[in-house]
């Protein structure tokens, strides 16, 4: 969408009446609208500005001395980057409980100072140097004694109900956030939910007790502004206080799945997985990357070669527990670098929201400056009956570079994905791969891995999709 | 087993069930909003939680003053 003066409105900022994001000359912007001045004022003017920059739990800006024709402009601010934009349905299980915590914990800093969110969406934190923060700085308004929080509905949809779903229910269940985008209706989350859960104080009256009652009061009249003088300061710490026990006790632990334990199972040598390392470090330094995709990435064991030389990292991979188990590494180690999703590379992503811009697709937010495709190829052929050439024209839509392996058909974990299905893959060899790929790419070099059968292959696109 | 260790819990979820009928009764009157069942939630839960930490803190005062007393007792017989 174009603004005046030439500038791109981004998408998913049109909800807020309080101003929106823009990109101009690549840079982004946040216009404040004169409605939302006072509260703009107090925010910078009360402390708190300063209070969560200082915890890292608010993304800092710059005012812009930018000029705007807009009537409406009160101020341009210039927030800091975030490198990679992700959204709930991308996030193991703590990544949502950290972002869940993230946003309560601002709600009562926020208290503190006099201020209130008025808004608690997923969509508003992201990952940032290792840690969940408030991208929207749009999202405080004045608190004033008695009135109730105005995001809590919000809330026990983006956070608390599908953490709940994950944590009682599946794990899988999170993908429910791609299809409700305004967070997973409470009154499924209730028939979904195991009858326990009822009785537990915090998720009977936080899931099922709220989805009864969104039902009776559908249709009933009722003076909502009276509800504004009913809620003491105290009560209103008391719900806050309630929710944070109430996500603070849901666990998940991710089990040892077919991916999470997947290096002591690979058919590597101690020395060949080694010699994999040596070769994928060298083609890093020899590229220097700034950002780096690992697609399949398990537990991230091949990311960390990037990130850990300070380039931005993304860890996709489709099992959710290998994904947990990476974020719990990152966090424990207190890895800024990298970011771990769960993404089906099959079926990625897509475009959702008002005409599918709201939230950008997988492809959308990149090109990344190299992707690794480790041990990957085969599971794109021979498990989703993929061509080859149509793996590498998706592969050259988002990187510059490629960091490729072959695994050939001989090998063990191709004759075991062989072992239930029809061998239907005639053009499954080294040569057919090299040919599928060098329609898009320019093959750099090639290394055979030592004591196995497998080769890594460095390559850079011909031309870049737009 | 499994039936007395939700004992309490059950007891309170009737109890919770029971008070909220007694405050909304079936009469309202105004506007549709689909945001007013999670606004009367909330002040049920902050009734609830509200009081439960005053109670929490009437008993820890009560047994702070037993505590006391039987330190007061202990050192007055060593004396």
Not at chain 1, 76 to 100: G, H, T
Not at chain 1, 115 to 125: E, G
Not at chain 1, 383 to 392: E, G, I, W
Not at chain 2, 56 to 67: A, W
Request: charged share 25%.
């Amino acid at each position: 969408m174009r603004g005046n003066d030439n500038h791109l409105i981004v998408s998913g900022s049109f909800r807020d009446p309080s101003g929106f994001l823009f990109l101009k000359e690549g840079r982004l912007y946040r216009q404040i609208n004169k409605v939302y001045k006072e509260d703009y004022d107090m925010l910078m003017c009360s402390g708190l500005y300063e209070d969560l920059v200082s915890k890292n739990l608010l993304i800092p800006h710059i005012e812009s001395d930018m000029s705007a024709d807009d009537e409406e402009c009160y101020k341009i601010i210039e927030p800091e980057k975030i490198p990679f934009i992700s959204y709930n349905y991308e996030w193991s299980f703590s990544q949502l409980k950290d972002a869940a915590l993230t946003t309560l914990k601002i709600q009562k800093t926020a208290l503190k100072f006099g201020m209130t969110l008025k808004d608690a969406s997923a969509y508003n934190i992201q990952f940032y140097k290792g840690k969940t923060i408030l991208i929207d700085t749009l999202s405080f308004r004045k608190y004033r004694e008695g009135e109730l929080w105005v995001s809590y509905k919000q809330f026990c949809n983006h956070f608390l109900a599908p953490l709940t779903l994950m944590s009682y229910t599946d794990i899988r269940l999170s993908q429910l956030l791609r299809i409700f985008i305004d967070g997973i209706p409470l009154d499924l989350v209730s028939t979904l939910l195991p009858f326990r859960t009822r009785m537990n104080f915090s998720l009977f009256s936080h899931i099922h007790l709220h989805a009864r009652m969104q039902k009776k009061y559908e249709d009933k009249l009722i003076d909502v502004r009276s509800f504004n003088k009913r809620l003491s300061r105290s009560g209103f710490e008391a719900v806050i206080h309630s929710l944070e026990s109430a996500v603070k006790k849901l666990k998940w632990d991710p089990k040892e799945t077919g991916w999470a334990g997947y290096y002591s199972a690979t058919n590597y040598s101690t020395e060949a997985f080694q010699f994999k390392k040596d070769i994928i470090n060298q083609f890093i330094d020899k590229i220097k990357p700034e950002t780096v995709w690992d697609l399949g990435a398990n537990t991230g064991e091949f990311s960390r070669i990037a990130s850990n030389k300070g380039i931005y990292t993304v860890s996709f991979d489709i099992d959710p527990a290998a994904v947990e188990k990476n974020y719990l590494e990152c966090r424990k180690k207190k890895e800024t670098n990298l970011l771990p999703l769960v993404l089906d590379l099959t079926n990625p992503s897509a475009g959702i929201g008002w005409v599918n811009k709201e939230r950008m697709s997988f492809i959308e937010r990149g090109p990344s400056d190299m992707v690794l495709a480790l041990a990957l190829i085969h599971h794109f052929v021979v498990s989703n009956n993929t061509p080859l050439d149509r793996v590498a024209e998706f592969l050259s839509r988002v990187c510059k570079w490629l960091i490729i392996e072959y695994v050939p058909k001989s090998d063990t974990q191709v004759q075991k994905l062989l072992a239930t299905r029809e061998d239907i893959f005639p053009d499954y060899t080294q040569e057919g791969f090299e040919n599928a790929f060098i329609d898009y790419f320019n093959i750099n070099d090639a290394v055979k891995i030592r004591d196995s059968k497998r080769t890594i292959y460095l390559m850079k696109i011909k031309y870049m999709f737009s | 087993m499994k039936i007395k260790k939700y004992h309490g819990k059950i007891t309170i979820s009737l109890q919770f069930i029971f008070m909220i009928n007694i405050i909304f009764p079936g009469a309202v009157y105004c506007y549709i909003d689909p945001g007013t069942g999670s606004f009367i939630v909330q002040i049920i839960i902050a009734g609830v939680v509200g009081s439960l930490i005053v109670i929490k803190i009437f008993f820890k005062r009560v047994k702070d003053f037993f505590r006391k007393r039987k330190n007061n007792d202990k050192e007055e017989k060593e004396n």
